[in-house]
Nanobody, 120 residues
Framework: QVQLVESGGGLVQPGGSLRLSCAAS????????MGWYRQAAGKQRELVAT???????NYAGSVKGRFTISRDNAKNTVYLQMNSLKPEDTAVYYC??????????????WGQGTQVTVSS
């Protein structure tokens, strides 16, 4: 069994900052790509940022320069630092991880989601 547990969402004013965390636990052999996605009300889920096991990063154009993805492999945790937040960043943010389990089989896992609301 593998779980992804997210934390750090909440209500913030425009221009403010939040830091999301996502910790993976369970029968993990290794964690490959990790990422953050978001889904606003009435819209499809979209990619926010991804990071490889070698720390190569990729960002959606709408967040580039404002958001930073990072990971701590010793803690099996991925972070999303969000600065200069805008109302259009309001969404449920989901953590994603491609994990090789102890069985050496690969799986794609999702967190439960954390709400980020940017409003004055």
């Amino acid at each position: 069994q593998v779980q992804l547990v997210e934390s750090g969402g909440g209500l913030v004013q425009p221009g403010g900052s939040l830091r999301l965390s996502c910790a993976a636990s369970g029968s993990i052999f290794s964690i490959n790509d990790m990422g953050w996605y978001r889904q606003a009300a009435g819209k499809q889920r979209e990619l926010v940022a991804t990071i490889t096991s070698g720390n190569n990063t990729n960002y959606a154009g709408s967040v580039k320069g404002r958001f930073t993805i990072s990971r701590d492999n010793a803690k099996n945790t991925v972070y999303l630092q969000m600065n200069s937040l805008k109302p259009e960043d309001t969404a449920v943010y989901y953590c994603n991880a491609h994990i090789t389990r102890i069985s050496l089989r690969n799986y794609n896992y999702w967190g439960q989601g954390t709400q980020v609301t940017v409003s004055s």
